[in-house]
């Protein structure tokens, strides 16, 4: 980063400038004496600086004033194979550091026993030992008081904890081994102080699933039970609740943390068993998260809270492979919407949601496009991404107007990363919290104009790393150039006119982190479950029970946490998608077997099978026939109906036909949804015409012959005998009365009646081969489908 802190500050004022070149040119004139009295190839130049390791455990105070007494302890280890003999451990003092590189430069030749730092305070401070054996530590403890150490004028420090000794092969005095650190010095009240704002991170893992249980709170299932680890005494997250209470800090919270641990509080969440079934979540987990709980509502309570997008979503991913797919800016959106209600329902605070939050604060044009596009109008950045470019002298402050009313807040590469790495041992631990210190220190003295400086750290700290974020902003607090500022004020403050405020492009992000980022076909799966939940969501009567925890859990498919984790990111989406999958499955039409139509026309029934717990609607059964000319429904090639089911009950829905032919006719039936779309899968079936024959046709038309034969003959014989009966007559017009009983030729009055219809349904009294199967058609009914029949399980 070129920033001014790799240059003496130019607009300091003249008695402070002269008081830190005074002072380092008397504390680094002994060193130059005793290097003049040194021979040519001094043999403590040759010492391996791997002989003796040093390690300093503690340093307090941290940063001392006048009158204090300075307590350095740690242990010293013999590496070598030779016992180190006349051994002592003592105190140097260096000159002061001018510059922030002149700390890194230490920092990074921290135990390099080649080069001195300065005069050894000597005398009674130090702790001496008879011998060392190969590989044995040994503990050191020195008191000294600050007036001892002649500091001079304010400023950083080097400060070291050397072990100076003999060996056998070596048998002279010399540095074996050193340890070096900075000690802050700032004895009294700063001219200007710098605003320091810190932001405390509370993030997690995913931990829940989109499944919930059928009962009327719908139970969540988490993945695991690693939440509970974080939240038991001594876990990660208790530490940072614990030790974010006493610091003025800004907490940075996922909602989706607190919605996982909230739903743990009521002890009704489940863990994934054998052979796909779930088992209850331990009941003394409910106890621990309603604690946490309680104590996060404590520790936030007067202080500011921003909440990030639900679930933390990768902003860089999805700019830079997620904005091609359709609707994954929607997602980002949605995520930002429920996070303040989520903290507010939660935490009954009211959180900001005006901060995005890049990883690592690395930021390019299309990142701050889809920052910004959800309604955040911050992005929190990081000085070694929105590097500087103007020469500036100093570190400026945080805020920086990059135009569209956007405001990227620069957060302090060095003071943000000071953290990192495995803070697990005391020493590595003083080691960073003196190098927090030092820079701190350094940025307040470069100039004498006021800034406000932002550290934003790892999103997910360790328990060390925590703890040693705690003890170095402690110590920042009781210092005398630091005052603590939130967030928010750091935003609003008048930003320096001669900051940068060009975003680098595309082409600066860093390609670590690219490597990282959730792949374009992870979007495009997101985007098909998306389609999915919305095709189901519109059968429901219920619809939050299902749209809530999958719209939850498509955000969390995108979360900045899957970065390094790529195969649990793919089996979680997979995950997502099979479990909608599986839901929308149980509403389904059941299959059918060949069907024989009896008749020329009947009913055929169709189920739809819901196995849900809720009633289902707003979808319409399509049976269609593909040879309409054969086999009609409803009078055409297709007949539609609409369907309501009762959770966890079947319906058969009926359908009129009529057959024209004999014949084996495929016929389809399908789910739709009201708005046309396609819902499940289709089933076909064969309806096989069995009763329009040929010989059927012959009987019927053998049947209409015989009738017109009957009637002719019928006519004739009426005829012949009204010949007869005039003849009888004759000229007297005597005759027989023709409607006398006995008479067998006597003609009726009445026409054949037209048989009777029958109640029976058509086709019943026809007779059947004994080959043939039962037909499993009903005649053609206009009763109204029943309501659903419970289905068996």
Same mark, same amino acid.
């Given at each position: 980063m070129?920033?001014?802190?790799?240059?003496?500050?130019?607009s300091?004022?003249?008695?402070?400038?002269?008081?830190?070149?005074?002072?380092?040119?008397?504390?680094g004139?002994?060193?130059?004496?005793g290097?003049?009295?040194?021979?040519?190839?001094?043999?403590a130049?040759?010492?391996?600086?791997?002989t003796?390791?040093?390690?300093?455990?503690?340093?307090?105070?941290?940063?001392?004033?006048?009158?204090?007494t300075?307590?350095?302890?740690?242990t010293?280890?013999?590496?070598g194979?030779?016992?180190?003999?006349?051994?002592?451990?003592?105190?140097?003092?260096?000159?002061?550091?001018?510059?922030?590189?002149?700390?890194?430069?230490?920092?990074?030749?921290?135990?390099?026993?080649?080069?001195?730092?300065?005069?050894?305070?000597?005398?009674?401070?130090?702790?001496?030992?008879?011998?060392?054996?190969?590989?044995?530590?040994?503990?050191?403890?020195?008191?000294?008081?600050?007036?001892k150490l002649?500091?001079?004028?304010?400023?950083?420090y080097?400060?070291?904890?050397?072990?100076?000794?003999q060996?056998?092969?070596?048998?002279?005095?010399?540095?074996?081994?050193?340890?070096?650190?900075?000690?802050?010095?700032?004895?009294?009240?700063?001219?200007?102080?710098?605003?320091?704002?810190?932001?405390?991170?509370?993030?997690?893992?995913?931990?829940?699933?989109?499944?919930?249980?059928?009962?009327?709170?719908?139970?969540?299932?988490?993945?695991n039970?690693?939440?509970?680890?974080?939240?038991?005494?001594?876990?990660?997250?208790?530490?940072?609740?614990?030790?974010?209470?006493?610091?003025?800090?800004?907490?940075?919270?996922?909602?989706?943390?607190?919605?996982?641990?909230?739903?743990?509080?009521?002890?009704?969440?489940?863990?994934?068993?054998?052979?796909?079934?779930?088992?209850?979540?331990?009941?003394?987990?409910?106890?621990?998260?309603?604690?946490?709980?309680?104590?996060?509502?404590?520790?936030?309570a007067?202080?500011?809270?921003?909440?990030?997008?639900?679930?933390?979503?990768?902003?860089a991913?999805?700019?830079?492979?997620?904005?091609?797919?359709?609707?994954s800016?929607?997602?980002?959106?949605?995520?930002?919407?429920?996070?303040?209600?989520?903290?507010?329902?939660?935490?009954?605070?009211?959180?900001?949601?005006?901060?995005a939050?890049?990883?690592?604060?690395?930021?390019?044009p299309?990142?701050?496009?889809?920052?910004?596009?959800?309604?955040?109008?911050?992005?929190?950045?990081?000085?070694?991404?929105?590097?500087?470019?103007?020469?500036?002298?100093?570190?400026?402050?945080?805020?920086?107007?990059v135009?569209?009313?956007?405001?990227?807040?620069?957060?302090?590469?060095?003071?943000?990363?000071?953290?990192?790495g495995?803070l697990?041992?005391?020493?590595?631990?003083?080691?960073?919290?003196?190098?927090?210190?030092?820079?701190?220190?350094?940025?307040?003295?470069?100039?004498?104009?006021?800034?406000?400086?932002?550290?934003?750290?790892?999103?997910?700290?360790?328990?060390?790393?925590?703890?040693?974020?705690?003890a170095?902003?402690?110590?920042?607090?009781?210092?005398?150039?630091?005052?603590?500022?939130?967030?928010?004020?750091?935003a609003?403050d008048?930003?320096?006119?001669?900051?940068?405020?060009?975003?680098?492009?595309?082409?600066f992000?860093p390609?670590?982190?690219?490597?990282?980022?959730?792949?374009?076909?992870?979007?495009?799966?997101?985007?098909?479950?998306?389609?999915?939940?919305?095709?189901?969501?519109?059968?429901?009567?219920?619809?939050?029970?299902?749209?809530?925890?999958?719209?939850?859990?498509?955000?969390?498919?995108?979360?900045?946490?899957?970065?390094?984790r790529?195969?649990?990111?793919?089996?979680?989406?997979?995950?997502?998608?099979?479990?909608?999958?599986?839901?929308?499955?149980?509403?389904?039409?059941?299959?059918?077997?060949?069907?024989?139509?009896?008749?020329?026309?009947?009913?055929?029934?169709?189920?739809?099978?819901n196995?849900?717990?809720?009633?289902?609607?707003?979808?319409?059964?399509?049976?269609?026939?593909?040879?309409?000319?054969?086999?009609?429904?409803?009078?055409?090639?297709?007949?539609?109906?609409?369907?309501?089911?009762?959770?966890?009950?079947?319906?058969?829905?009926?359908?009129?036909?009529s057959?024209?032919?004999?014949?084996?006719?495929?016929?389809?039936?399908?789910l739709?949804?009201?708005?046309?779309?396609?819902?499940?899968?289709?089933?076909s079936?064969?309806?096989?015409?069995?009763e329009?024959?040929?010989t059927?046709?012959?009987?019927?038309?053998?049947?209409?012959?015989?009738?017109?034969?009957?009637?002719?003959?019928?006519?004739?014989?009426?005829?012949?005998?009204a010949?007869?009966?005039?003849?009888?007559?004759?000229?007297?017009?005597a005759?027989?009365?023709?409607?006398?009983?006995?008479? @067998?030729?006597? $003609? #009726? /009055?009445?026409? =054949?009646?037209?048989?009777? +219809?029958?109640?029976? !349904?058509? %086709?019943?009294?026809? @007779?059947?081969? $004994? #080959? /043939?199967?039962? =037909?499993d058609?009903?005649? +053609?009914s206009?009763? !109204?489908? %029943?309501?659903?029949?419970?289905?068996?399980?």
């Amino acid at each position: 980063m070129a920033e001014a802190a790799d240059f003496q500050a130019s607009s300091a004022s003249p008695a402070r400038r002269w008081l830190r070149r005074t002072g380092a040119l008397l504390a680094g004139a002994p060193l130059l004496a005793g290097l003049l009295q040194l021979p040519a190839a001094a043999p403590a130049q040759a010492a391996s600086s791997d002989t003796v390791s040093v390690a300093l455990d503690s340093l307090a105070p941290n940063a001392p004033t006048d009158g204090d007494t300075l307590t350095v302890s740690g242990t010293v280890t013999n590496n070598g194979k030779q016992a180190v003999t006349q051994a002592h451990v003592g105190l140097e003092v260096g000159p002061s550091l001018t510059t922030r590189s002149a700390i890194d430069n230490v920092t990074r030749r921290s135990d390099d026993v080649q080069s001195g730092i300065g005069t050894e305070v000597g005398g009674k401070y130090v702790q001496k030992f008879t011998s060392l054996a190969p590989g044995v530590a040994e503990h050191f403890s020195i008191s000294v008081p600050v007036d001892k150490l002649d500091l001079g004028a304010d400023g950083v420090y080097e400060f070291g904890v050397s072990l100076s000794g003999q060996t056998s092969a070596q048998p002279w005095d010399q540095v074996l081994g050193i340890q070096r650190t900075f000690l802050p010095w700032q004895p009294s009240d700063a001219d200007t102080k710098t605003k320091t704002t810190f932001l405390w991170p509370l993030l997690s893992t995913v931990h829940m699933t989109a499944k919930t249980g059928a009962g009327e709170l719908q139970t969540p299932v988490f993945l695991n039970d690693d939440l509970a680890k974080e939240l038991a005494p001594g876990g990660r997250l208790t530490q940072m609740v614990d030790l974010g209470k006493d610091l003025d800090v800004t907490w940075v919270i996922d909602p989706d943390l607190l919605a996982s641990v909230d739903a743990m509080a009521t002890g009704n969440y489940r863990l994934p068993g054998d052979n796909d079934t779930t088992t209850p979540g331990p009941k003394d987990h409910q106890a621990v998260a309603k604690q946490w709980l309680a104590d996060l509502q404590d520790a936030v309570a007067g202080k500011e809270v921003v909440a990030l997008p639900f679930a933390d979503p990768d902003l860089a991913s999805l700019a830079h492979n997620g904005t091609s797919v359709t609707g994954s800016l929607s997602h980002l959106k949605d995520a930002t919407d429920v996070a303040a209600t989520t903290v507010k329902t939660v935490l009954h605070v009211t959180p900001s949601t005006d901060f995005a939050w890049p990883v690592e604060g690395a930021v390019d044009p299309a990142i701050m496009k889809v920052a910004t596009s959800a309604g955040a109008d911050r992005v929190i950045a990081r000085s070694d991404s929105l590097q500087e470019t103007t020469g500036l002298p100093y570190t400026p402050s945080a805020a920086r107007p990059v135009g569209g009313g956007t405001t990227a807040v620069v957060a302090d590469a060095r003071l943000s990363t000071a953290f990192e790495g495995d803070l697990t041992k005391a020493n590595s631990t003083t080691l960073a919290v003196q190098a927090f210190l030092a820079q701190s220190l350094e940025v307040n003295e470069q100039t004498d104009k006021q800034r406000s400086i932002v550290v934003a750290p790892q999103r997910m700290p360790t328990a060390s790393q925590a703890q040693a974020m705690a003890a170095a902003l402690k110590a920042l607090e009781g210092a005398n150039w630091s005052q603590s500022q939130n967030l928010s004020a750091a935003a609003k403050d008048k930003p320096d006119p001669d900051a940068t405020t060009q975003i680098p492009s595309t082409q600066f992000y860093p390609s670590s982190l690219r490597k990282q980022e959730l792949p374009a076909s992870a979007f495009g799966q997101i985007a098909r479950t998306e389609d999915k939940l919305d095709n189901f969501q519109v059968i429901l009567t219920d619809r939050s029970r299902v749209v809530t925890p999958f719209g939850r859990a498509i955000n969390r498919e995108m979360s900045t946490s899957w970065r390094g984790r790529s195969g649990d990111a793919d089996s979680y989406r997979d995950g997502v998608e099979s479990w909608l999958d599986d839901l929308a499955a149980q509403v389904k039409l059941i299959q059918k077997s060949e069907t024989k139509l009896s008749g020329r026309s009947a009913t055929i029934p169709v189920t739809v099978q819901n196995n849900l717990v809720q009633p289902v609607g707003h979808l319409v059964l399509r049976l269609t026939s593909s040879n309409p000319t054969r086999l009609k429904i409803g009078g055409k090639a297709y007949s539609e109906q609409p369907v309501e089911v009762s959770g966890g009950h079947s319906q058969s829905v009926k359908f009129a036909t009529s057959a024209n032919a004999n014949g084996r006719v495929t016929v389809v039936a399908q789910l739709y949804t009201e708005d046309g779309q396609q819902y499940g899968d289709a089933v076909s079936f064969d309806v096989k015409v069995t009763e329009v024959t040929p010989t059927v046709m012959l009987v019927i038309g053998g049947g209409v012959l015989l009738l017109v034969l009957a009637g002719f003959r019928m006519y004739t014989q009426r005829k012949r005998a009204a010949a007869r009966q005039a003849e009888d007559d004759g000229p007297d017009g005597a005759g027989q009365d023709t409607d006398a009983p006995g008479n @067998p030729d006597a $003609p #009726s /009055d009445r026409l =054949p009646q037209e048989p009777e +219809e029958s109640d029976s !349904p058509a %086709g019943a009294d026809d @007779p059947q081969q $004994p #080959s /043939d199967p039962a =037909p499993d058609t009903a005649p +053609e009914s206009t009763d !109204p489908s %029943g309501t659903g029949e419970r289905v068996d399980r």
